[in-house]
């Protein structure tokens, strides 16, 4: 009577419970995780290269001391983002690009807006004054560069800024042939021209690009003075001696 209440025993072999895949995945993860932080802490992850193209007015040396970007430094701690605001806070600078190229290559890439002239200073020194007119006095040209020099002027003068806008609207084949431009004194609204063609043009502020647009039919005229105002006429040089 006993064994009639006794189970039969069932043999279980071969019928065991396959592990878990979240055991695996759990494995795979952590093995993962463990090798991505041994990356982070070893030179592989560091910055190896940063390029730096298209700045012409805003030194390298200066790109990266603003960004906080050198070699050595994490490749992941970079983020694109914070560079641009940095860069793009400079007055320079137009547009920044960042570009991350795994495993350890940073590339800034720079557009900075038109450098239109420079600015001269009594003591001659020479500032880059970019096309709307703004003067770059943190920014000394060490050497004189082939552009439009704004000289005799105080840098709060509203005419200058106009000057410059209007300077900046002509095309580049007028542009090359400017090689100063000074305010008249008893002619505030005036400006006095001079070319490389050893012309002397007077035009007034807010008819420069416009009336300007004339001048490349003087270009082969001789050495004199070009006026460029309600009518335009031409003194050679010889003559304005002869007088």
């Not at 709307?132 to 020099?149: E, F, K, P, V």
């Not at 002027?153 to 002509?170: F, G, H, N, Q, T």
């Amino acid at each position: 009577m006993v064994d009639e209440h006794v189970p039969p025993f069932r043999n279980r072999v071969g019928k065991k419970r396959s592990p878990s895949p979240w055991i695996f995945a759990f494995i795979f993860l952590f093995f993962t995780g463990a090798l991505f932080a041994i990356f982070l802490r070893s030179p592989l992850s560091k910055i190896k290269k940063i390029e730096v193209t298209g700045n012409q007015l805003v030194p390298a040396e200066e790109i990266l001391a603003r960004t906080q970007l050198k070699k050595g430094v994490s490749f992941f701690g970079v983020q694109s983002e914070e560079v641009i605001e940095r860069l793009s806070a400079l007055p320079e600078i137009e547009q920044v690009r960042v570009k991350k190229t795994f495993p350890d290559k940073i590339s800034i890439s720079i557009r900075e807006k038109e450098h239109a002239a420079w600015f001269e200073t009594k003591e001659q020194k020479r500032f880059p004054i970019l096309s709307d007119g703004t003067i770059l006095s943190h920014r000394l040209l060490s050497s004189q560069q082939n552009q439009i020099a704004f000289t005799d002027w105080k840098c709060s003068d509203p005419l200058l800024k106009s000057a410059v806008r209007e300077i900046a609207k002509l095309p580049d084949s007028i542009k090359r042939t400017i090689r100063k431009v000074k305010p008249v004194s008893d002619h505030r609204d005036q400006v006095e021209i001079w070319t490389d063609r050893y012309h002397r043009i007077f035009v007034r502020v807010e008819d420069l690009s416009q009336k300007m647009s004339y001048y490349p039919s003087f270009f082969n005229h001789p050495r004199g003075t070009l006026f460029l105002l309600e009518s335009i006429w031409f003194i050679p040089e010889t003559s304005k001696r002869a007088s």
